[in-house]
């Protein structure tokens, strides 16, 4: 099985910066043939697709909502991919969860991802 477990979440001010982390571990697990994700989740709303990366880094896709302000990246000698978060608004308030999906193309579906994490509260305050 695979486990991906977020961190990096909490309570900031809106302008301010936040960093997500998702270290990824799993007996067979090679996280270098995955693509990976970043999804939201705000109350009373659907689990929104954010940012993916694919397997090697080298390309990647944003949401509307963040282009320009996230950055998705990743380290596969750690297991680890990463959401930069700069200029928070209060509208970025959410659970964070990452994900993983076996394949060399990024994904931006929910339903396309195999692996998720427990997920991590981001709270902007106006």
């Known amino acids: 099985q695979v486990q991906l477990v977020e961190s990096g979440g909490g309570l900031v001010q809106a302008g301010g910066s936040l960093r997500l982390s998702c270290a990824a571990s799993g007996r067979t697990f090679t996280f270098s043939n995955y693509a990976m994700g970043w999804f939201r989740q705000a109350p009373g709303k659907e689990r929104e697709f954010v940012a993916t990366?694919?397997?090697?880094?080298?390309?990647?896709y944003y949401a509307d909502s963040v282009r320009g302000r996230f950055t998705i990246s990743r380290d596969n000698a750690k297991n680890t991919v990463y959401l930069q978060m700069n200029n928070l608004k209060p509208e970025d308030t959410a659970v964070y969860y990452c994900?993983?999906?076996?394949?060399?193309?990024?994904?931006?579906?929910?339903?396309?991802?195999?692996?998720w994490g427990q997920g991590t509260q981001v709270t902007v305050s106006s």
């Open positions: 994900a993983g999906k076996n394949g060399k193309n990024y994904y931006y579906i929910v339903a396309q991802y195999d692996y």
């Open positions: 990366i694919n397997w090697s880094g080298g390309r990647t």
